[in-house]
């Protein structure tokens, strides 16, 4: 599966971004898809996921109420609304695609497939 991420940018504390994450092939189903994060300097973070069937969701606590986790599968893409953006979101965000089980699901070392990444800078 290959993933390619998109829609990063620079926006100020307060805005909103939305990422996208296209894939090759169909994830529902079959792959868990998960979006995480890495900051400069800090290991990657989980941020949130659909569970392998599509039917579950997951968030870092960190992000509860601001981010949501959607996708459109007619086009094989996974999107992430980022809304009441902090600096402290500032890093690149990478998807991620796997054949995990639930247990996994925040552990980046569980996903095989990973897209490029996209810069998310958020000014205060």
């Known amino acids: 599966v290959q993933l390619q991420a998109s829609g990063g940018g620079l926006v100020q504390a307060g805005g909103s971004l939305r990422l996208s994450c296209a894939t090759s092939?169909?994830?529902?189903?079959?792959?868990?898809i998960a979006w995480f994060r890495q900051a400069p300097g800090k290991e990657r973070e989980f941020v949130t996921a659909f569970s392998r069937t599509g039917g579950y969701t997951y968030y870092a606590e960190s992000v509860k109420g601001r981010f949501t986790i959607s996708r459109d599968n007619a086009k094989n893409t996974v999107f992430l609304q980022m809304n009441t953006l902090k600096p402290e979101d500032t890093a690149v965000y990478y998807c991620?695609?796997?054949?995990?089980?639930?247990?996994?699901?925040?552990?980046?070392?569980?996903?095989?497939?990973w897209g490029q990444g996209t810069l998310v800078t958020v000014s205060s």
């Open positions: 991620a695609a796997g054949p995990v089980i639930t247990s996994s699901t925040r552990n980046w070392r569980a996903y095989t497939y």
């Open positions: 092939e169909r994830t529902n189903n079959r792959y868990g």
